[in-house]
């Protein structure tokens, strides 16, 4: 019979207790520790009738065990959630609540890779439990026998409602602005940086993914003041100093030669993974790329495949984009599929992923960037899908490229008429980008020394863009796409020219294939 409880799975008690789960003995301790949070922080309170007209939720019990960066089991984990389901508008007001972005990760590691810079990695342990119920609302529950049954009104927040996520980021902000004096990016909600007195740089940079918070700072009195403010708080922070993974991404940090840098990898996410879908994964395989030539095939005779177990592996690989930026385009075309699945586009997957598992410890490297400069490249594919669209590729870096801090690709939206027309929305794309990585960077203290050059190898697009008038080529495209003649115009983006076989976004908007596709892919690292 198949086990339960591998990474990501969540179970019942009854699957946890059974024989399916190999670690059905870590079972009671954990379901005793949940209920030991539950009493301890004053989550509910007992009631003997509830008032008419009032929804009365259901708490579920979820399991899960816990398994560390290399596969190994950690513990088995309890958790008291509410069915939100059934959750009125009457029982919450907003629910929003920003959290990390990848920009906002890979600026804090950039910032840690410099001399004497430390990385921290604090988590709020049960989270929302620490947070009241807002003011005014009353939210009842049916208690679970594991609590002793019975009603009660919370008092506190709990997983599964609502509002949960954002009265949690409401109480962190609260700490980091109010009482350590951070600023929160406008521009990036889960990004918040403390200035220093003299230097340009921030002092402190901190981005916040729900309870999951990495702080670097050269001043580790800075991150003390941090994480004793989080436990005066929130009281139960866990911290660690030397970090070997932070949101699922396994975190290696280097020094060599008075030179930091760090290595971020998924490599046991992509085995888990493979697992998961039974891919195998010969020793004797060596695939150079993620895909075939004929990536863009669609074959219409192939069965049609389920689309939620269709959409679940496809997110998996958006995950593991991060540490793998090749599969862009991959991914470009399974999106494209998402309409219609074929067995064919599953099997496609599933070559990708094999490919992952076997470059699964290559991982992306982040290095100190000597001045933050921001650079980028852009470049198109016209007319490459079956559809006629085409697609968008670009990177963008800091330093001079010695750290990667976004790159993707893009379906474009219309039908480009011209490679150059193809070019042109892929300038509108990427300038887009471009204006808010520049703000980003000025607004946290990382100023930037004129516009930002981005290099692509069509010389009349950007012939076209720099001019002021519309040519008569272009007067069929939509006004959105002439954004970026505004972002030049405004000193946001300096246009340049570089080859095609030396442009580092050439090589994610096609299916590429051979020894040379790899030896370019390297430089993505």
């Not at 799975?9 to 024989?19: D, G, I």
């Amino acid at each position: 019979a198949t086990t339960v409880g591998g990474p990501g799975q969540s179970m019942t008690v009854k699957k946890a207790r059974s024989e399916l789960n190999p670690y059905r003995e870590h079972v009671d301790k954990a379901l005793e520790d949940e209920c030991d949070n539950f009493r301890s922080n004053e989550c509910h309170q007992i009631v003997h009738s509830v008032p008419v007209g009032a929804i009365l939720l259901t708490i579920l019990v979820i399991l899960a065990n816990k398994y560390n960066a290399d596969g190994s089991f950690n513990k088995t984990k309890a958790r008291f959630v509410i069915d939100g389901s059934r959750q009125g508008e009457e029982s919450y007001h907003l629910t929003f609540a920003p959290v990390a972005t990848l920009v906002g990760e890979r600026l804090v590691l950039t910032m840690a890779c410099e001399q004497e810079a430390s990385l921290w990695v604090f988590d709020i342990v049960r989270a929302f439990c620490k947070c009241p119920i807002e003011e005014g609302l009353d939210i009842y529950v049916r208690l679970p026998r594991e609590l002793g049954g019975g009603v009660a009104r919370l008092n506190k927040c709990v997983y599964g409602l609502k509002q949960a996520a954002r009265q949690f980021y409401l109480q962190l902000d609260d700490v980091l602005v109010q009482r350590l004096g951070y600023k929160r990016s406008k521009l990036d909600p889960g990004l918040y940086y403390l200035q220093g007195e003299s230097d340009t740089k921030p002092l402190c940079l901190v981005t916040v993914h729900v309870d999951d918070i990495a702080a670097t700072s050269k001043d580790e009195t800075v991150l003390q003041a941090l994480h004793n403010a989080l436990i005066d708080r929130f009281k139960e922070v866990t911290l660690d100093k030397t970090p070997t993974q932070f949101l699922g991404v396994e975190i290696q940090q280097h020094e060599e030669n008075s030179i930091k840098s760090i290595k971020l990898s998924q490599a046991g996410y992509a085995s888990e993974v493979a697992k998961r879908y039974g891919v195998v994964v010969n020793d004797g395989d060596r695939m150079i790329t993620p895909h075939e030539k004929d990536l863009f095939k669609v074959d219409l005779e192939s069965p049609r495949v389920e689309l939620t177990e269709y959409r679940a592996m496809l997110g998996c690989l958006m995950y593991l984009q991060i540490t793998y930026p090749e599969i862009a385009v991959d991914l470009v075309f399974f999106q494209s599929r998402l309409k219609d699945p074929r067995e064919q586009d599953v099997e496609k997957m599933k070559r990708c992923i094999r490919y992952l598992v076997q470059k699964r410890d290559v991982g992306i490297w982040i290095r100190s960037s000597p001045d933050y400069q921001l650079t980028g490249t852009v470049d198109a594919s016209h007319n490459i899908l079956d559809d006629g669209t085409s697609i968008t590729g670009y990177t963008f870096t800091l330093g001079g490229g010695s750290t990667p801090l976004l790159s993707g690709a893009i379906k474009q939206k219309n039908v480009a008429l011209s490679s150059c027309e193809a070019e042109y929305v892929a300038w509108s794309n990427v300038a887009q980008k471009a204006v808010f990585l520049y703000q980003l960077l000025e607004e946290v203290g990382f100023s930037q020394n004129g516009p930002v050059r981005i290099e692509n190898d069509n010389q009349a697009a950007i012939l076209l863009a720099k001019r002021p008038e519309v040519g008569k080529g272009l007067r069929h495209v939509l006004l959105r796409y002439h954004f970026f003649k505004c972002a030049i115009k405004d000193k946001f983006i300096d246009p340049s020219y570089r080859k095609s076989e030396e442009l580092l976004a050439d090589i994610l908007t096609k299916p590429l294939t051979g020894r040379p596709s790899w030896d370019r892919w390297r430089l993505l690292r």
